[in-house]
C-alpha cells in the first residue's frame, strides 16, 4: 500500500513539471505577433480534453439512470 501511494504522489509531482509542447511549437506559439496561432492551438487542446469527459459523463448518465429506472419498477 505505501508502495502505491509512493508511486502516486511521485507521478503527481512529475507530471506537474512537464510541457504540453515541444520546445519548437512553443518558441514558434510565443514568436508570433497576434498570437493568433497560440488561441487556435490552445482552442484546439481544450476541445480535444473535453470529448473524453464528455463521453465518459453520458456513459455514467446512462447507467445511472438505468439504475434508478430499474429501482422504482421493482
Do not use: H
Not at 16 to 38: D, F, H, I, K, P
Amino acid at each position: 500500500m505505501k508502495r502505491n501511494l509512493l508511486f502516486l504522489l511521485f507521478s503527481f509531482v512529475f507530471f506537474l513539471q512537464t510541457n504540453a509542447q515541444c520546445a519548437m511549437c512553443r518558441a514558434v506559439l510565443e514568436s508570433e505577433e497576434g498570437q493568433v496561432t497560440a488561441v487556435g492551438v490552445n482552442d484546439g487542446i481544450m476541445y480535444l480534453m473535453a470529448v473524453p469527459y464528455i463521453l465518459v459523463a453520458g456513459i455514467a448518465f446512462a447507467i445511472y439512470w438505468q439504475f434508478i429506472r430499474g429501482k422504482k419498477t421493482i
